[in-house]
């Protein structure tokens, strides 16, 4: 667990340490996965935001210096308003610090939050404040070798609750990915 200085706000940033990120950031380079948007990917998040009715969904792929989603699905009308009136821009970054899915990675194993406000570990993250995140629901990409890729997972600007259903829904999309991520390796299709 790393602990940084209090950030803009004075909240302690609590990062998980990511000893298996080098390793990963081979794997995903070798797999041509992580450095550029996948519209295949894209397609995914798509699919996965409609069959959560969450305004955000993302496939990611974390390594040493960040986090990348190589498939994204924002809101058509561009990103959700803020309560202070505002919309963040989304990008297909962010650092290592932001958000709940370096948790997932980390983890390995599926992070169900209804209301990231009732959790004080992850409240203060800079998501909740600069997107306006208020529930994360998220699941690993686990391969066969037992590496963990990277994340699928959905996100919301109100609360949610996710449930059952939505974890073995995330869980079972994961899966799925990982398997069209390992036949693409396995025999060259496309996703």
Known sequence: MRYDPPGPAGRLL????????PARAVRLRRLGLGEHPEPALDAFA????EATRAPYAMVNFIDENGQFF?????PAAGPVVKSDGTRPE??????????FCPH????????????????PRFAGNPVVDEFGIRSYLGAPLIDTTGMVLGTVSVADIEPRRWGRAGLEAIK????DLVAR???????????
Do not use: N
């Open 14 to 21: 609590v990062t998980p340490e990511d000893k298996e990120a």
């Open 46 to 49: 798509d699919c996965l935001a």
């Open 70 to 74: 190589a498939g994204l699905h924002t």
């Open 90 to 99: 989304v990008g297909r970054s962010l650092p290592r610090d932001h958000g």
């Open 104 to 119: 997932v990675v980390v983890r390995r194993k599926a992070l169900v939050l209804e209301d990231v406000r009732d959790y």
């Open 172 to 175: 079972s999309t994961a899966a």
């Open 181 to 191: 991520l390992e036949r693409r390796e396995d025999d060259g299709f496309p996703l």
